[in-house]
């Protein structure tokens, strides 16, 4: 049974479950909202007006920059800046961490409908922490302020920062080990901390309270307040300048714009549900269990709707707050779908239904531990969202449109974070932040690339080696791209990196680490996961004696010691001058059949040291001459035989004509709807609905849109997914399987999916036709 719109407003209230608000808002008469503007504003002054808010919202963010010291803020750009209309409705957002968007637009309607009440006035900002309002984990802390023009909200800008360390049991506030919220750092939900333009004291007192570093947590407080000042004064000089009513006319223009942009893409997509599954592993400290995820985008006319039924329910701490959920699905529509808004597609926000599962683990209630949201629940869903929006895309009808598919980006923020006492005698908190150098997925046309930083955060930036070791007791030895961990396929994704430090001259505790087995970066259209990310600790070390050798380790091979094996959320680690930590970060994702890719590709990554020469023959199938160059004959020959030992897998027979099958032309039905570059969906003269195969035109599934089904399938092991991956059962008690699915008639790789082997295999794509 439905629930009316007061029954949704009620269970949807920010205090037992998520806040999600509906229109209209329930806003007290007390607070006057400034809604006129022209209907019309000639084009140069709209451009000019347009280009000015963009400018705001820039400048919004260098204040932060420049004033701000939490390294994750400084070196990463881990916080957000935005502008909203009175009625707090994004109208754009900055090119700094996206998944923020969709916290900052909830923080501030709940404080229109649930503080108005008490006033909001001239020189008010609010601050606020809470999960279960506006905060994808407890350090992301919220400040926003409204722009008053003749007493009344005109509209808003905000900003949410990551805080170093806010509280919790866990020196950095990733509590890996809370069993629930009351182990957390301190939920805040809105106060007015700052009132008629003066922070109250009493109130800062109170939020700094729980920090380890509260200096640092009030500096950056007032770096969010500067933000926002900064960006009230330009408006309001806007607003003397050209006048509110012009300027609010901007203001809705731009929201116009992003809702045609969304609409155009809208047109050339089917109607139709596309579905990703991906398993969390380890709910919290000591756990060894597995625990499903899923995301489904259903399109229905110029309306997506995003669902997240079947997910499990929320465990542990590996839960991600709805409007982190929320927020990584507006990153993969405002980067991938909409780039060319620059962070104004407000206007395609109302096009946009989210219908999250309560209690779940990406819609949490109230009670679960969400503080390592941030390492291990927030990154999945942006993830998973990126999946779903390319795989929807890859179905468009428009090539232009077709080719921003872009395969997934690392599912968790692989990070080590100690702490201890520096070389200066001082505590600290030391977040590594290499993950930000980063990795990009294959796209339909061209491989990844390791060192370009991440979508998803457009601003950021990789730290500075020396600024590391002058602020922590360490030293780094090397740091380098991961050698063959990105996703193989077609076109492959991009490497992820690999480090190694020491202590040095402190008192070093690893609190936070990376450790997981369970591959959760998946490949599109048959290309492989991403790879996972990993912590090795060699204790009493022989780097002593090499130093003395004048030798730097440039690998963890070249040093001995005792490894001690890391396990997922493990507990934290002293250590000594003498233990060596490495650690890195995880790759992404390849699209496509790596016995797809051109020959001459897998030379210049052998070339270049992106794959090993061993990787270019097992994994890719390439023949090399004894002077380096690709050796034709032999490559044909060897993927033919690689291609018929896939039948072989699969307990079938390769066809006779499987290089014949495989050498002929295509011609997909002008009538078809191609999904990639692999598949196409087609209903036949009897309008039974079939998927067909692109490379050899032969039917997969007929009268079901469930290719998997009807494919050849090979249940392998998790290290087949790719060579850094080990035999899980080192981190969980459930058996998990790497499946791979391919084409019954020329042995192409179709699909590949991690599951458990009892379970279903997800249904990727239902196409109306």
């Given at each position: ?278 398993y969390q592993e380890v709910a919290l400290t000591g756990d060894r269990g597995v625990y499903k995820v899923e995301l489904s985008v259903t399109k229905k006319g110029d309306t997506l709707i995003f669902k997240n039924e079947g997910t499990d329910p929320q465990v542990g701490a590996i839960n991600a707050p709805f409007c ?412 998990m399987s790497f499946f791979q699915y391919f084409c019954p008639n020329c042995g192409t790789r179709v699909a590949t999916e991690v599951k458990r082997p009892q379970d279903e295999h997800s249904r990727e794509f239902e196409i109306s036709l």
């Amino acid at each position: 049974m439905e629930k009316t719109l007061a029954q949704l407003k009620e269970f949807w209230n920010g205090k037992e479950h998520a806040y999600i608000p509906f229109k209209p808002l329930n806003i007290s008469p007390i607070v006057k909202l400034h809604k006129e503007y022209d209907e019309e504003v000639d084009p140069i002054t709209f451009e000019v007006i347009r280009h000015s808010l963009w400018g705001v919202n820039q400048e919004h963010g260098k204040v932060i920059e420049n004033l701000a010291v939490s390294p994750i803020t400084l070196e990463t750009r881990d916080f957000q800046t935005s502008l909203h209309t009175e009625e707090g409705d994004i109208i754009l957002f900055g090119p700094y961490l996206q998944y923020f968007s969709g916290a900052m637009d909830l923080i501030i309607q709940y404080i229109l409908e649930h503080r108005g009440e008490a006033g909001i006035n001239e020189g008010d900002m609010f601050l606020q922490n809470d999960p279960w309002i506006g905060a994808p984990h407890q350090p992301d802390v919220g400040v926003c302020a409204p722009v008053v023009w003749e007493g009344k909200i005109f509209c808003w800008v905000s900003n949410v920062m990551h805080q170093n360390d806010i509280g919790g049991i866990m020196p950095g506030s990733f509590c890996q080990n809370a069993p629930d919220v009351f182990s957390d750092p301190p939920s805040f939900p809105p106060m007015k901390i700052v009132k008629e333009g003066k922070i109250d004291p009493e109130l800062e007192a109170i939020y700094l309270r729980a920090s380890r570093t509260p200096n640092n947590l009030a500096l950056d407080l007032r770096a969010a307040i500067a933000g926002c000042h900064a960006s009230q004064t330009r408006i309001v000089e806007m607003l003397k300048k050209y006048g509110p009513n012009k300027v609010k006319a901007a203001m809705r223009k731009m929201m116009n714009a992003g809702e045609a942009a969304f609409m155009d893409c809208m047109r050339s997509i089917p109607d139709g549900t596309w579905s990703e599954r991906v398993y969390q592993e380890v709910a919290l400290t000591g756990d060894r269990g597995v625990y499903k995820v899923e995301l489904s985008v259903t399109k229905k006319g110029d309306t997506l709707i995003f669902k997240n039924e079947g997910t499990d329910p929320q465990v542990g701490a590996i839960n991600a707050p709805f409007c982190g959920w929320r927020g990584t699905i507006l990153s993969a529509l405002n980067v991938i779908l909409l780039p060319d808004q620059m962070g104004a597609i407000g206007g395609a926000i109302p096009h946009l239904q989210f219908d999250p599962t309560p209690g779940t683990l990406t819609c949490p209630d109230y009670g679960a531990a969400v503080s390592p949201a941030g390492i291990y629940a927030n990154e999945l869903a942006i993830s998973m969202a990126n999946s779903i929006i390319s795989k929807m895309i890859m179905s468009s009808t428009d090539t232009n449109l077709r080719k921003l598919a872009l395969c997934p980006t690392p599912s968790q923020w692989h990070i080590n974070i100690h702490y201890g006492t520096n070389q200066r005698g001082e505590y600290y908190v030391g977040p590594m932040l290499e993950n930000m150098i980063g990795t990009t997925g294959a796209t339909l046309n061209r491989d990844g690339s390791f060192a370009n930083g991440l979508w998803w955060v457009p601003e950021g930036k990789g730290p500075n080696i020396e600024a590391c070791e002058r602020d922590w007791p360490i030293l780094y030895l090397y740091r380098n791209e991961h050698q063959d961990s990105a996703g193989s396929g077609r076109f492959r994704g991009g490497n992820g990196g690999i480090l190694a430090y020491i202590p040095y001259k402190g008192q070093v505790t690893l609190g936070t680490h990376s450790s997981e087995g369970i591959p959760k970066t998946v490949g599109l259209q048959g290309g492989l996961p991403g790879s996972r990310g990993d912590t090795r600790i060699i204790k009493n070390s022989n780097i002593s004696r090499l130093f003395s050798e004048g030798k730097m380790p440039a690998s963890i091979a070249e040093i001995q010691g005792q490894e001690v094996l890391t396990n997922g959320k493990g507990m934290p680690i002293d250590l000594s001058e003498t233990d060596i930590v490495e650690w890195n970060w995880g790759s992404s994702s390849g699209y496509g059949d790596e016995l797809d890719r051109d020959p001459e590709l897998v030379r210049m990554d052998v070339a270049d040291r992106i794959i090993s020469q061993e990787a270019a023959e097992q994994t890719y199938g390439v023949k090399f001459t004894s002077t380096g160059y690709v050796d034709e004959e032999a490559t044909k020959a060897n993927r033919l035989e690689m291609r018929k030992n896939r039948f072989e897998q699969c307990q079938e027979k390769a066809p006779d004509n499987l290089e014949a099958r495989l050498s002929q032309n295509v011609d997909i039905p002008i009538d078809a709807v191609q999904v990639g570059d692999y598949l196409f969906v087609h209903k036949n003269s009897s309008q039974t609905i079939n998927v067909s195969c692109s490379c050899c035109r032969e039917v997969i599934s007929k009268g079901t849109q469930d290719f998997k089904a009807s494919s050849l399938i090979y249940e392998g092991t998790i290290q087949e997914a790719g060579k850094h991956f080990v035999d899980i059962d080192r981190y969980v008690d459930q058996a998990m399987s790497f499946f791979q699915y391919f084409c019954p008639n020329c042995g192409t790789r179709v699909a590949t999916e991690v599951k458990r082997p009892q379970d279903e295999h997800s249904r990727e794509f239902e196409i109306s036709l």
